[in-house]
Structures are given as structure tokens and as C-alpha cells.
């Protein structure tokens, strides 16, 4: 139950049932949840017409996800779209952990030093539906259709023809490509007729939204046996607009319908927050953990994304964070397809690399649904031994689990990258996420961040040292102009002063203090190719034409041994 | 007092924990309790130093001698923490 009230966005009826026009159309995504949308912004700034499917006719009810992780800000940020997210979220980093009442443990997330976002930023989910969807409309492509419910789906060798519901009766439209992040219970999953493989647990848990004006610091609090509520697990986290997020664990085997009820939920969180701190109940849910996946997230023409690919348990902020994630990875993909610049196998490669990282969100997930609902007495035992220890014992507090907070997961073994064959610190390995760091500025300059200054697409870093003639410029800009263009950027640590011609896509990074060098280990002749979701894709000590082309060709799937591994990894299992 | 290590020592807290619930996982209370035993035993073995060990007993029993699990704190929750 909610008692919010959204926009409502009115019903339109589409070309396909104003006309008897049917067009092929090249995407189509099916949900204007945050991972849908994220996935249309993105695609629509690469210069596609999206549709997107909307079964509501507004947005999520209840705040769901509620934390939103660095990567998810970054990808944001180079959407163009973080800036009123970030504007309108709470600052969060401590997170205490109590046990009848004593605080037995606590982690501090601090922002990294010259990192343009921090750890996380807390923000109810339907509000970052509304900023996602105005950034949507701002760009003018993407077709948003409200109240129009996929109900089957048909794949054909060409393309994929949706049924759609709508309040004037059912049409069909017709995709080269579908994205299916539709949620959790998603329809064309269900029509489909594709199953998830993984662990649900038996331990309900009460979620809830509160609004109240308490003097509760901006922390994740949680309790294991408070006195509030003995014997179970409680969690009080902030978010926006004097909101605030409840979720306690219930007594195994009550009845959801009846504890969701507002005469349940009220003295529960009465008892929880004191007399006297006048509050309303906004959302009520009652719910298990799951954890578990698609055994592949690509079928055919359909790609499966968020919880229609995955269902994670919240403790974590996973789901939202591994959904985002889904969005960057398959946006660069789709792309190349439809551009015809990359071969379907790349769509493989989203899948085996997606699965990798839900399977890492979902092992840990597991360890803290472990921890904080454990399912047999040794672990139970365990539990409790590990809690009564960690009040007095400093070993024992960074064992007790109480979520462990998104991270993403670098991609260390992806069939796309290039293996290391030179000298290199580990930290920017293949498959490692790029940091969105501060690039050093002239002062009164404004900021300006590394991921945010690499371009759209692929991107090359070339270390260069002070006024170096730079003998690889016409191989640069070679690369920088072929079909699918590197964007050159020569990082130097001063600007040069007579500076070397700069062939067309090719630009100067000025990096005086090194802090771009630094972060890559990166030393005179140091080249890192970049892929356009800011992962390092390959690097070496020394620039060289044809294994830069190598190393694209295999960052794109077109490289034979790509195939292989990909064809492998789809027999992956969820951790359990 | 000082030669049992009370600071974390283990690199991956949670691998190590993971690995060690997983070795209960299908057992029979009476064989987990066996392989409880076993297991301290080996641990213990490895330590060998008889102080740490005594020590490591000490604490092991602390609170069953404050009362144990039966006991439950009156005190609520705190409420005012500074963000510090």
C-alpha cells in the first residue's frame, strides 16, 4: 500500500494504432523503471528513436531502491542526468550496526579523495524515475508510451513482434531489438516462459516508508535483537524529503497480507522510533530474500536487464546499483549492433559479463541474508557468537554482516579484453572500472572529471611527456578516424608549449600534478584503451597501431577466441 | 594478557566465514558438534602456545558468566549519534 501520490502521465495511443503503419523499430524496451530508462537515455543519446514500454501510468510505487552506489552516479554523469539526482539525494557514509543496543560495529564509506561522487547518495526510487524520464524527453527520441503493457512476445529470425495492452485494446509492435526491463515479475520473461535459478529464503521481512521530521543523523542504523523489536533485525536509513526507510524482520511463518496492514505497521514503528515523533506510513511491503538469475540474460532478439534479469535482496543497495550496471554495459553494445559495427556476439558478451557481475552480487547477498536470517541453528550459532564477541573483540566486527554495500565487480577475466604482456600495478588491470577522478584544472577553472571528458565511445589514453614530438600522432589520429573511432587523448603533465600538430580526434589532457598518470601506473609511451563504459579494455608500455586494432577488434567481439569463451559462458551458475 | 591476537587477522573476513559455515551446511547436530570439536582441536594444535590458548578460553566464556544469551539489555537503542 502507498499513500504518495505521482503524476499521472496521460494514455496516448501509438502510431501502430493511430495508422496501419507498423515500422521495424530498433529498440524497444519494455519497463521506464531506472534500468529502462537509463538504458533509453543512453541509447537515445547515441542517436537511436527508443520506444518504452510502460505498464503504469507513472512511476514505481513505494521508494524501492533507496541507495544509489558511485558507479550508478558516474554512469549517470556521463548521461548528462546526475545533476538534479545529486541536487535532490541525501549524503550518507556511516553505517553503525547495534545489538541490544550497543553499537558493536560501524563502517564509514568517506568519499575518495578527488572523486567527483561519493560512495553513495540516497534517493527513493520513483524520484529517480521522474529526473531519468524529463532527462529522456530532453532529448527528443525517446517515445515513452504509459499504460501500454506488453503481454506476448514472438521472436521471428528478424525481429521481435510485441503485443501490447493499452486501454483501447491490444496492437502489435514490431523490434529489431528488445530490452526487458520490465521488473522483477516481468511479462515478457513470463511469456517467454523463462525461469529463474537460485535461493529464496523463508525469513519475511517488513519493509516500510515513513515520513517524519526526526532528529535521526543521516547514518544506516542497524539493530540485531533491539529491544524494539526482540529477537529480529531492524534498519532505519534516510532518504529524501524527511523520508525515511524502515525494514524489520518478521516472526517465520507471519502472514504478509496481515502484517502489511496499517494497524500491524504502525505499533511495530512506533516502538521503533519512540512516543512523541508524529509519523505517516507512506508504503508497506512484506517480502523473502531471493537471490537468483536468468541462466542467460540474452535470448534471441530479447536482452533481459535489472530484476527481470536478476532478483537480488536488499541489503546492499544491489539491485538498483547491478541494474544500472546492466544499462552501461548493454548501452555501447547495442549501439555497435544496430550500427552494424559489431556482430550479435556482443550481445553474448553482455550477458556473460552481466551474469559475472550479478553472480558476485549475488554470492554476497547471500552472505548477509546468511548472517541476518540465518537458516539453521550451527549458523545461527555462529551468528550470535559473532555478535556477542564483536561488542568487546575488535576481530570479530568486520564478520558481522549486515549488507555489504554495491560495488562494481572489475570484469577480470571478460573474453573482450587483452590480457596484460607488460609490467603493470594491478589496480587498472583489463576489466577494471575507470574512477571518475578529478582532472587538474587551471584555478577558476571549473572541475572537470576524467570519465566525464572521454567521449561517447572509445576512447585512448596515450601518456606523453613534456613537448614530446610524439611520433605516434599519425597513428593516433589513424585510429581516432577509422569506423569505430578511438577518441585520442594525450595526457601530458603541462600543457606543451609549441605543441604538437594534433591530427582531427585527437585532444590534450593536461595532468600537471600526474594524477591521471598516477591512478594508470602510467610512465612516458603508456597506452590504455578505454571501452565507451570506461573499463579498461587493454593497455600496454608501449603504443602500438596494430595491437590497438587487435585489442578493439576483441573489445567488440570480432576477435575468433571471443566467441569461444562466450559460447562457454553460458553455462555459468548462480554462486549459491 | 596480550599474546591472543584480538585484532582482525584474517585477509578476507568474509571468504573465511563463508568456507566455515558451509563446512556445517547438511550436517546432523550431532556431527556438527563433532566437527566443531575437531576443528578446535586442530586449531588449537596449530596454535600449541598454552597461554594463547587459555586466554582465547577466557573470552570464549565471558559473557555465559555475565548471564549469557538469556539476558537481554533493557537499554534502547541510541537515537543521537554524532555523525563523527
Not at chain 2, 539489555?73 to 555523525?83: F, G, T, Y
Request: charged share 20%.
Amino acid at each position: 500500500m502507498s499513500s504518495e501520490t505521482h503524476p499521472q502521465h496521460p494514455y496516448l495511443p501509438a502510431e501502430e494504432q493511430r495508422t496501419r503503419n507498423r515500422p521495424r523499430r530498433p529498440v524497444v524496451i519494455c519497463g521506464a523503471g531506472p534500468v529502462g530508462l537509463t538504458t533509453a537515455v543512453g541509447l537515445a543519446r547515441q542517436g537511436h528513436p527508443i520506444v518504452v514500454l510502460e505498464k503504469d501510468s507513472t512511476y514505481s510505487i513505494g521508494s524501492r531502491a533507496i541507495c544509489w552506489a558511485e558507479r550508478t552516479l558516474d554512469i549517470w554523469s556521463r548521461l548528462g542526468c546526475v545533476e538534479p539526482i545529486l541536487e535532490r539525494s541525501v549524503t550518507w557514509s556511516i553505517g553503525r550496526v547495534f545489538r541490544r543496543g550497543e553499537e558493536v560495529y560501524h563502517f564509514n564509506l568517506k568519499p575518495a579523495a578527488n572523486h567527483k561522487h561519493p560512495p553513495f547518495r540516497n534517493l527513493q526510487q520513483y524520484e529517480v524515475e521522474a529526473f531519468l524520464f524529463q532527462a529522456s524527453q530532453h532529448l527528443g527520441n525517446v517515445d515513452v508510451r504509459w499504460t501500454h503493457q506488453v503481454t506476448q512476445v514472438r521472436q521471428g529470425p528478424e525481429s521481435v513482434i510485441l503485443e501490447v495492452q493499452t486501454p483501447e485494446g491490444s496492437y502489435e509492435l514490431e523490434a529489431a531489438y528488445v530490452v526487458a526491463a520490465d521488473g522483477a515479475q516481468s511479462a515478457v520473461r513470463q511469456s517467454l516462459g523463462l525461469d529463474f535459478e537460485g535461493a529464496v529464503f523463508e525469513s519475511p521481512f517488513l519493509i516500510a516508508d515513513i515520513r517524519m521530521k526526526a532528529a535521526f543523523p543521516p547514518e544506516r542504523l542497524f539493530w540485531f535483537d533491539p529491544s524494539f523489536h526482540p529477537g529480529r533485525s531492524a534498519l532505519l536509513h534516510k532518504q529524501a524529503n524527511n523520508l525515511w526507510r524502515i525494514d524489520l524482520q518478521l516472526e517465520p511463518g507471519a502472514d504478509p497480507e496481515l502484517e502489511r496492514s496499517p494497524e500491524r505497521v504502525a505499533p511495530r514503528i512506533r516502538a521503533m522510533v519512540g512516543e512523541g515523533i508524529p509519523f505517516d506510513v507512506v508504503w508497506s511491503s512484506v517480502y523473502t530474500f531471493k537471490c537468483r538469475r536468468l541462466a542467460s540474460f540474452r535470448h534471441g532478439r530479447v536482452i533481459f536487464a535489472g530484476d527481470a534479469a536478476h532478483q537480488l535482496s536488499p541489503f546492499g543497495a544491489r539491485g538498483g546499483n547491478c541494474g544500472t550496471q546492466d544499462a552501461d554495459n548493454l548501452v555501447w553494445k547495442l549501439d555497435l549492433l544496430l550500427k552494424g559495427l559489431a556482430p550479435e556476439g556482443i550481445i553474448d558478451s553482455y550477458s556473460e559479463e552481466r551474469i559475472f557481475g550479478a553472480d558476485f552480487d549475488i554470492m554476497t547477498a547471500m552472505r548477509s541474508n546468511h548472517f541476518i536470517a540465518p537458516q539453521t541453528r550451527t549458523r545461527q550459532l555462529f551468528r550470535d557468537a559473532v555478535l556477542s564477541l564483536s561488542q568487546k573483540w575488535p576481530f570479530a566486527r568486520p564478520l558481522v554482516n549486515s549488507g555489504r554495500m554495491s560495488n562494481p565487480v572489475p570484469l577480470r577475466s571478460s573474453s573482450l579484453n587483452t590480457p596484460d604482456t607488460d609490467e603493470f600495478s594491478a589496480t587498472m588491470g583489463p576489466g577494471s572500472p575507470c574512477p571518475n577522478i578529478g582532472v587538474d584544472v587551471l584555478e577558476g577553472e571549473p572541475s572537470r572529471w576524467l570519465l566525464d571528458e572521454l567521449g561517447k565511445g572509445f576512447c585512448g589514453l596515450y601518456f606523453a611527456q613534456d613537448g614530446e614530438q610524439l611520433p605516434a600522432m599519425q597513428a593516433l589520429g589513424e585510429l581516432a578516424a577509422a569506423h569505430i573511432p578511438i577518441a585520442m587523448r594525450v595526457v601530458t603533465p603541462a600543457a606543451i608549449a609549441r605543441g604538437p600538430e594534433l591530427s582531427p580526434g585527437v585532444s590534450l589532457l593536461v595532468d600537471p600534478h600526474g594524477l591521471v598518470a598516477r591512478q594508470f601506473d602510467a610512465r612516458p609511451g603508456t597506452f590504455y584503451l578505454l571501452r565507451p563504459d570506461g573499463y579498461v579494455a587493454a593497455r600496454w608500455r608501449e603504443f602500438s597501431l596494430q595491437r590497438v586494432r587487435q585489442a578493439l577488434e576483441r573489445a567488440t567481439a570480432r576477435h575468433p577466441r571471443t566467441e569461444r569463451a562466450s559460447a562457454e559462458a553460458g553455462h555459468g551458475n548462480a554462486a549459491s | 594478557m596480550g599474546m591472543l591476537r584480538v585484532e582482525l587477522g584474517l585477509e578476507r573476513p568474509d571468504d573465511v566465514y563463508d568456507a566455515l559455515m558451509r563446512t556445517f551446511d547438511g550436517l546432523t547436530e550431532e556431527q556438527t558438534q563433532l566437527v566443531m570439536a575437531k576443528l578446535i582441536l586442530l586449531l588449537a594444535n596449530h596454535i600449541g602456545d598454552a597461554q594463547v590458548l587459555s586466554e582465547a578460553m577466557a573470552i570464549a566464556k565471558d559473557d555465559i558468566n555475565q548471564g549469557g544469551l538469556a539476558q537481554r539489555d533493557p537499554k534502547i537503542p541510541p537515537r543521537q549519534e554524532n555523525a563523527s
